[in-house]
């Protein structure tokens, strides 16, 4: 197996885990700006820090950082930010395993923004399998079980939110591994703390500032409740810096596809710790999705 591949399995489990400590905190003390916030909160200095050392221990110096680099990180940031935030909002709208597969919708726009941004090439296989993924994104869009399709229900908030959330998500994806791509550095590791590191420190000022200006009391509350949200920085930190590294070394739209993965472990916390209900049309649309990813990872 491909070191890419199982970097990015890995980093599919840290972010459900994460996603699913943040869904508890938005439901009992947090806004979703707060529980967002947390993530960068107890995540960005221990990156600073745990990289420092990296390139102190092998010898290696913080490289030049061209003006290229910090829009490519800025950009991502931002999406990255704005995306997580309409994914916590999923989370009050409909159960963990849909809002995920919502937001699974990124691999099907990292291939289509990774095309217009990076030059990145699709072939016709792929192309269908972004049809099949669009089928089951229909699908997961309806708060109904199966009957007569009732187009009202494809249009719902829950579902725009997630669409959002993906297409801002294919954007990051494809900005930070622009990002790594403007490092002259020849360790792909180090190429993932630096960018890693930049990039939340960005995050973590901008969203400290945002929230003393419109949220003030976000900011205190995410301190009260450091015993959970410390762990949202833990496994925000070992998932960013699983995708970072995974997108290093391969295309972004692939590397989102294999951690699609992260829908079995969605659906393993809707039964198993949420006690949530997985509906027969939402069964049936994150097999269709699943199908797609699956296409692209193995045939495109």
């Known amino acids: 197996m491909s070191l890419w591949i199982s970097i990015s399995i890995a980093a599919a489990a840290f972010q459900t885990l994460r996603?699913?400590?943040?869904?508890?905190?938005?439901?009992?003390?947090?806004?979703?700006?707060?529980?967002t916030f947390a993530r960068f909160l107890y995540s960005a200095p221990l990156v600073v820090v745990f990289t420092a050392v990296y390139l102190n221990q092998t010898g290696?110096?913080?490289?030049?950082?061209?003006?290229?680099?910090?829009?490519?990180?800025?950009?991502?940031?931002?999406?990255?930010?704005l995306a997580t935030i309409c994914v916590v909002l999923v989370f009050k709208s409909r159960?963990?395993?849909?809002?995920?597969?919502?937001?699974?919708t990124e691999v099907i726009l990292a291939m289509i923004v990774g095309i217009l941004i990076l030059g990145d090439q699709v072939s016709l296989v792929a192309f269908c399998a972004i049809i099949l993924g669009l089928v089951g994104v229909l699908l997961l869009s309806s708060a109904t079980e199966?009957?007569?399709?009732?187009?009202?229900?494809?249009?719902n908030r829950a579902a725009g939110l997630g669409v959002l959330s993906g297409a801002l998500f294919a954007v990051s994806a494809v900005a930070y591994r622009g990002a790594t791509l403007q490092l002259d550095m020849a360790d792909h590791w180090a190429r993932a703390g630096v960018t890693l590191a930049a990039v939340t420190s960005m995050q973590l000022t901008g969203m400290a500032i945002w929230l003393y200006f419109r949220e003030r009391g976000e900011i205190s509350a995410v301190?009260?409740?450091?015993?959970?949200?410390?762990?949202?920085?833990?496994?925000?930190m070992a998932?960013?810096?699983?995708?970072?590294?995974?997108?290093?070394l391969q295309n972004a739209a692939y590397v989102k596809a294999v951690g699609q993965?992260?829908?079995?472990?969605?659906?393993?916390?809707?039964?198993?710790?949420?006690?949530?209900?997985?509906?027969?049309?939402?069964?049936?649309?994150?097999g269709v999705l699943g199908l797609s990813v699956i296409a692209m990872v193995v045939l495109a």
């Not at 301190?223 to 925000?236: M, P």
């Not at 198993?272 to 649309?285: D, M, S, V, Y």
């Open 19 to 35: 996603f699913m400590l943040q869904k508890l905190l938005s439901k009992q003390t947090l806004s979703a700006a707060g529980a």
């Open 60 to 81: 290696q110096s913080w490289p030049q950082l061209s003006a290229k680099f910090w829009i490519y990180g800025a950009t991502g940031g931002v999406a990255q930010v």
């Open 261 to 286: 993965i992260e829908l079995i472990f969605s659906l393993m916390v809707t039964v198993l710790f949420f006690k949530e209900k997985i509906t027969l049309r939402e069964w049936i649309g994150v």
């Open 223 to 236: 301190w009260k409740a450091r015993r959970v949200a410390g762990w949202i920085g833990i496994l925000s």
């Open 95 to 104: 159960n963990f395993a849909v809002g995920i597969t919502f937001k699974k």
């Open 146 to 155: 199966l009957g007569m399709w009732n187009w009202r229900h494809m249009f």
């Open 239 to 248: 998932g960013s810096f699983c995708w970072f590294s995974a997108f290093a």
